[in-house]
């Protein structure tokens, strides 16, 4: 455990210290801080990159959960706030035991990502974004699978699951949004919520 001091804006520039995600607690009594950072060697251990846990984000930091990681791209909690899961560019997700800041176990995605996480509502799946592919994660059979439609022309930008986890809606860079069914991996609707400009009368 440690206190974080201030970094300032030359030690960041030296480092490459970002902040890349923000989580809060289901409860609302824990923020969780990820760092980021463009180079890692295999021996990288600066405390400053590890996982951190605010105390309701109004507190200085009284907690370190995760040990120094060097990115910290995607943070999601679980339902119940017991699990704390971190993705990042080395295409893995960890599974973390809030309570006591031990690994559960770590899950192999792919090459990029995963760059955005979602917990289902019942704890059961865990939807992502890596490589510009949807993946799942089943918690229960530890299944990964990536059968949601593709779309390669674009890059996805956000992921949301509905409240009862039915459907799951993702935005991508050319202004497309797709809603798909989370049971059958197919696509309800798609559309651009940005209407067209009328065309130029010459």
């Known amino acids: 455990m440690f206190k974080r001091t201030p970094l300032y804006q030359d030690d960041a520039e030296e480092s490459g210290y970002v902040i890349e995600s ?18 890692c060697s295999s021996d990288f251990n600066d405390p400053r990159f590890a996982i951190q846990a605010l105390n309701g984000g109004t507190e200085p930091l009284e907690r370190t959960i995760i040990g120094p990681r060097c990115s910290a791209k995607a943070l999601a909690w679980s339902p119940n706030g017991s699990i704390l899961i971190s993705g990042g560019y080395n295409g893995i997700i960890w599974f973390w ?17 995963p760059s955005l996480l979602i917990w289902s509502p019942d704890s ?16 229960e059979t530890q299944i990964l699978s990536f059968n949601f439609p593709e779309h390669k022309t674009e890059r996805i930008t956000s992921l949301t699951l509905s409240p009862d986890g039915s459907m799951l809606a993702s935005g991508n860079t050319v202004g497309i949004i797709y809603i798909m069914d989370t049971i059958t991996r197919q696509n309800i609707i798609s559309f651009e919520p940005q209407p067209k400009p009328p065309p130029k009368i010459i």
């Open 22 to 39: 923000v989580a809060w607690s289901p409860d609302g009594s824990l923020l969780a801080v990820g760092s980021g950072r463009a180079i």
């Open 97 to 113: 035991d809030v309570a006591n800041g031990e690994r559960l176990y770590t899950e192999t995605v792919s090459l990029q990502g």
């Open 124 to 139: 059961s799946k865990v939807f992502g974004t890596a490589t510009d592919s949807i993946f799942v994660f089943d918690t």
